[in-house]
């Protein structure tokens, strides 16, 4: 069963095929996305990355929890599940 990864502290400049060649050293990933900004088109900093079982999930997170990638000091974890928000209001 494919397990999600949180990845936090991103370099601005990393994409999706970046991020996923950084995780495909730890097994098969089955997809991988750095979250965009959807007013100003840049990234937030963070991404998802999914893995295709949870050993190769784990195998990722230690080495790669705390790695410096781009000069920044990744954070990565297990991704939570997305809980259900109010419609979001543009004043």
């Known amino acids: 069963m494919p397990k999600k990864l949180y ?18 050293a730890y097994g098969s990933v089955l997809s991988a ?8 088109n840049r990234s937030k900093g963070f991404g998802f990355v999914e893995m295709e079982n949870d050993a190769e999930a784990e195998a990722a997170i230690e080495p790669m929890d705390g790695k410096e990638h781009n000069g ?9 599940e997305r809980t259900e928000r109010p419609p979001r209001r543009d004043y």
């Open 7 to 24: 990845v936090g502290n991103l370099s601005y400049s990393v994409d999706d095929q970046e991020l996923e060649n950084v995780f495909g």
């Open 72 to 80: 920044r000091q990744l954070r990565v974890s297990v991704a939570r």
């Open 33 to 40: 996305r750095v979250i965009i900004d959807r007013y100003d």
